[in-house]
């Protein structure tokens, strides 16, 4: 099977219309800022010490200013403008990460499906997380053949309810907002014909800089004045349970700096925090972790997959379902902050699993 990865990268296009990629350069420049030497980040990046100058040469050339700066007693360190065009790739790759991922499972199913003989596929909608994550590559592992795609939790039951995929990822909090989400996809589920597949319990919270400088505690210092804030997109379910839980502490989500400005991943929404962009935002812990943030907890949820009851006993949702019990998997997931696996796996009628109604 093909495997597929995306990378993010900086390209810098001079006068004549001439282009170069920042890839090599920027890799020779996270070396020289940890090594402090050129000659030492030539080495290890497997390169003649003249190679290496004359590459950052002709990227200064371009860009029309010094990459490298030499200070007495502490070799070679970075210009300004070296660290800007390092911190700018970072940015790049950190913010699109859980993008590129989620784009390369989807064209490598897309081009697998082309090659490889006839099979059923695993067709997943699902809102993006890390345990969904784990499941594609897990499964993928195993040379079964995905076709994913990362919507919002609303459209992946919706999509479900058409016939157009065999599992739709949503979650749900726990506690008082949990018959307000549920109701959102309750009109599109049948008790008759879906059941619930459980994946995975987590917890979602405040991303605050590390030693949270700005001393956040909870969701009311939303609404001071001095507080940047990035928000996940309209229809995601992060940002209905985020919309209520503010009503719940009398903050009106209008009124929060940068609620409008949006992110499409909990990993989006971590680098945009660590870049200095914001000072907080919301989403589940391994993000928060993974870029050195502080995660103050707001909610336990559960992540669901939806699936057709008369599905359950052949393929592909037998594999996935065998995968979902498996010790190695769980193993996997609980290795993940803020997860809790203990039910991966366990079917749940409608009614069980979304509560009751509102009213």
Same mark, same amino acid.
């Given at each position: 099977?093909?495997?597929?990865?995306?990378?993010?990268?900086?390209?810098?296009r001079d006068p004549?219309?001439?282009?170069?990629?920042?890839?090599?350069?920027?890799?020779?420049?996270?070396?020289?800022?940890?090594?402090?030497?050129?000659?030492?980040?030539?080495?290890?990046?497997?390169?003649?010490?003249?190679?290496?100058?004359?590459?950052?040469?002709?990227?200064?050339?371009?860009?029309?200013?010094?990459?490298?700066?030499?200070?007495?007693?502490?070799?070679?360190?970075?210009?300004?403008?070296?660290?800007?065009?390092?911190?700018?790739?970072?940015?790049?790759?950190?913010?699109?990460?859980?993008?590129? !991922?989620?784009? @390369? =499972?989807?064209?490598?199913?897309?081009?697998?499906?082309?090659? *490889?003989?006839? /099979? %059923? #596929? &695993? !067709?997943?909608? @699902? =809102?993006?997380?890390?345990?969904?994550?784990?499941?594609?590559? *897990?499964?993928? /592992? %195993? #040379? &079964?053949?995905?076709?994913?795609?990362?919507?919002?939790?609303?459209?992946?039951?919706?999509?479900?309810?058409?016939?157009?995929?065999?599992?739709?990822?949503?979650?749900?909090?726990?506690?008082?907002?949990?018959?307000?989400?549920?109701?959102?996809?309750?009109?599109?589920?049948?008790?008759?014909?879906?059941?619930?597949?459980?994946?995975?319990?987590?917890k979602q919270g405040?991303?605050?800089?590390?030693?949270?400088?700005?001393?956040?505690?909870?969701?009311?210092?939303?609404?001071?004045?001095?507080?940047?804030?990035?928000?996940?997109?309209?229809?995601?379910?992060?940002?209905?349970?985020?919309?209520?839980?503010?009503?719940?502490?009398?903050?009106?989500?209008?009124?929060?700096?940068?609620?409008?400005?949006?992110?499409?991943?909990?990993?989006?929404?971590?680098?945009?925090?660590?870049?200095?962009?914001?000072?907080?935002?919301?989403g589940v812990e391994?993000?928060?972790?993974?870029?050195?943030?502080?995660?103050?907890?707001?909610?336990?949820?559960?992540?669901?997959?939806?699936?057709?009851?008369?599905?359950?006993?052949?393929?592909?949702?037998?594999?996935?379902?065998?995968?979902?019990?498996?010790?190695?998997?769980?193993?996997?997931?609980?290795?993940?902050?803020?997860?809790?696996?203990?039910?991966?796996?366990?079917?749940?009628?409608?009614?069980?699993?979304?509560?009751?109604?509102?009213?």
């Open positions: 099977m093909i495997r597929i990865e995306c990378h993010a990268q900086l390209v810098v004549d219309g001439r282009e170069a990629s920042l890839t090599d350069v920027v890799q020779l420049l996270a070396l020289v800022d940890e090594a402090g030497s050129i000659a030492q980040a030539a080495t290890l990046k497997g390169l003649s010490y003249r190679h290496a100058w004359g590459l950052l040469r002709s990227i200064e050339e371009r860009l029309g200013g010094p990459l490298i700066a030499k200070e007495r007693g502490r070799g070679s360190v970075l210009s300004e403008l070296g660290q800007a065009v390092l911190r700018a790739q970072r940015l790049c790759s950190e913010r699109l990460d859980g993008n590129m !991922r989620a784009l @390369a =499972s989807e064209v490598a199913s897309d081009l697998n499906r082309w090659l *490889a003989p006839p /099979a %059923d #596929d &695993v !067709r997943i909608h @699902a =809102s993006h997380g890390y345990a969904v994550a784990a499941l594609v590559t *897990a499964l993928v /592992a %195993d #040379d &079964v053949p995905v076709d994913i795609k990362y919507r919002d939790s609303a459209d992946a039951v919706t999509a479900l309810a058409r016939g157009e995929c065999d599992l739709a990822g949503f979650h749900l909090p726990r506690g008082e907002f949990r018959a307000a989400c549920a109701d959102t996809y309750r009109r599109w589920l049948d008790p008759e014909r879906h059941v619930l597949l459980h994946l995975t319990q987590r405040l991303f605050l800089s590390k030693g949270n400088p700005k001393r956040i505690n909870g969701l009311g210092d939303l609404a001071r004045d001095d507080i940047r804030f990035v928000n996940r997109q309209p229809g995601s379910g992060t940002r209905m349970l985020l919309d209520l839980a503010l009503r719940r502490v009398g903050v009106d989500p209008d009124r929060v700096n940068g609620y409008a400005s949006t992110e499409l991943t909990h990993s989006a929404i971590a680098a945009f925090v660590a870049s200095g962009m914001a000072d907080v935002g919301f391994p993000a928060a972790h993974h870029f050195g943030l502080d995660f103050v907890p707001i909610v336990d949820e559960d992540y669901y997959f939806a699936c057709d009851r008369a599905a359950l006993e052949r393929a592909p949702l037998v594999t996935v379902i065998d995968m979902l019990r498996s010790v190695a998997f769980k193993s996997g997931v609980a290795r993940l902050e803020g997860y809790n696996p203990q039910d991966c796996g366990t079917l749940l009628e409608l009614d069980e699993g979304l509560g009751a109604t509102v009213g």
